[in-house]
């Protein structure tokens, strides 16, 4: 878990990416689900006294419908004791990679502080939720099996998200791994079935690791998106995600 800090005595401007997408105000009912478990967030405390201090953490989930349940950062006792006080306020932010993607910003008020036999922190839902899109267009969740080959090799892969423009696919992680920056190309597997379509190709763009598989962001050439186009064509809701007709 990745638990730098930083603390202040003046919050200072920062300069906003996201400033040029608008943002809206959703319920939390609705925003709060979109957040995966285990998903990383900020959070932003501010003391009475005026001194900011900023971690990273990890998003566990909700109890009921009145508390957030966050992991307790790895920090000392004394900062634990100077900024994870009951009825401190926080503003939390997390990403939430669905669909068109968003940023979700809100503040909650620390409830709990729970050190045994889980460290984790309470902290209260609020009702509303500050959403700002994190793409110009709708990523949708598939889960569709394909081979992945470059000029050094091919290997059997799942797509887990795909759009008009890239998409993301996974390899188990002791297999031959592919560079970012890598020409690939990506060939639905069907199966049983008489439809093919070509292959959707493009440039490896980000690799993320984890103990049990890689992940590999691709943006797709003018040829891959094209094709991209012919696929979603084809491809319909299941009631969990969009899978082939």
């Not at 899109?133 to 887990?160: D, F, G, Q, W």
């Not at 690939?184 to 049983?192: A, D, H, N, T």
Request: charged residues 20%; aromatic residues 6%; proline residues 5%.
């Amino acid at each position: 878990m990745n638990t730098q800090s930083q603390t202040t005595t003046a919050a200072k401007a920062q300069p906003n990416k996201m400033n040029s997408r608008a943002a809206t105000v959703v319920n939390s009912v609705d925003a709060l689900p979109m957040i995966d478990h285990g998903r990383e967030l900020s959070i932003g405390i501010v003391t009475p006294v005026g001194t900011s201090f900023r971690i990273k953490s990890n998003f566990i989930g909700t109890h009921s419908s009145h508390m957030i349940l966050v992991e307790l950062p790895k920090l000392s006792d004394e900062n634990i004791n100077d900024f994870f006080q009951e009825g401190f306020w926080a503003t939390l932010r997390a990403i939430a990679p669905r669909g068109e993607g968003a940023v979700f910003s809100f503040r909650s008020q620390i409830l709990h502080i729970i050190k045994a036999p889980i460290a984790m922190v309470a902290m209260s839902i609020p009702q509303t939720v500050q959403s700002t899109p994190l793409r110009n267009e709708p990523r949708y969740e598939v889960n569709l099996r394909a081979k992945a080959h470059s000029t050094n090799h091919r290997i059997e892969c799942v797509m887990r998200d795909l759009s008009k423009s890239g998409c993301l696919y996974i390899t188990p992680s002791l297999t031959r791994p592919f560079a970012s920056g890598e020409k690939v190309e990506l060939l639905i597997s069907m199966p049983g079935k008489s439809t093919s379509f070509d292959s959707l190709s493009g440039t490896i763009c980000n690799v993320k690791q984890s103990s049990q598989k890689r992940s590999y962001g691709v943006k797709f050439d003018d040829r891959g998106k094209e094709n991209a186009k012919t696929l979603l064509a084809h491809l319909k809701f299941d009631g969990n995600r969009l899978s082939l007709r």
